[in-house]
């Protein structure tokens, strides 16, 4: 099966930057779309952002919306997350995912779902200081 290789995760002071990194553990493989996520200590997964690669259309949480800026290649096997003026609260571990199903009908709706995703990468680690 594919696997989701993630990398870029560390420590940053509030207002910094960081960059995250998500590839396909195989060159062939292309998704529909590709999205990011994270889960606080005692919270539940929650959507970041994501792209459909058709159209390029992205799409990003109310909290990250402005700061972050999700990109990746046409060949939808890889995506970054550009994390800028970071807080506190962005303090999470950051998951990748990719859902290779092409039967989305409203993917601005079906794309911020845990279960709609059908690949997932390890997590990194993303710890910003205040």
């Known amino acids: 099966q594919v696997q989701l290789v993630q990398s870029g995760g560390g420590l940053v002071q509030a207002g910094g930057s960081l960059k995250l990194s998500c590839a396909a553990s195989t060159r062939t493989f292309s998704s529909y779309a590709m999205g990011w996520f994270r889960q606080a200590p005692g919270e539940e997964r929650e959507f970041v952002s994501a792209?459909?690669?058709?159209?390029?259309?992205?799409y990003y949480a109310d909290s990250v919306k402005g700061r972050f800026t999700l990109s990746g290649d046409a060949a939808g096997n890889t995506v970054y997350l550009q994390m800028n003026s970071v807080k506190p609260e962005d303090t999470a571990v950051y998951y990748c995912a990719a859902r290779a199903r092409f039967d989305v009908v409203n993917a601005a709706a079906i794309l911020r779902l845990r279960y709609e995703y059908d690949y997932w990468g390890q997590g990194t680690q993303v710890t910003v200081s205040s």
């Open positions: 792209i459909r690669w058709r159209g390029n259309s992205t």
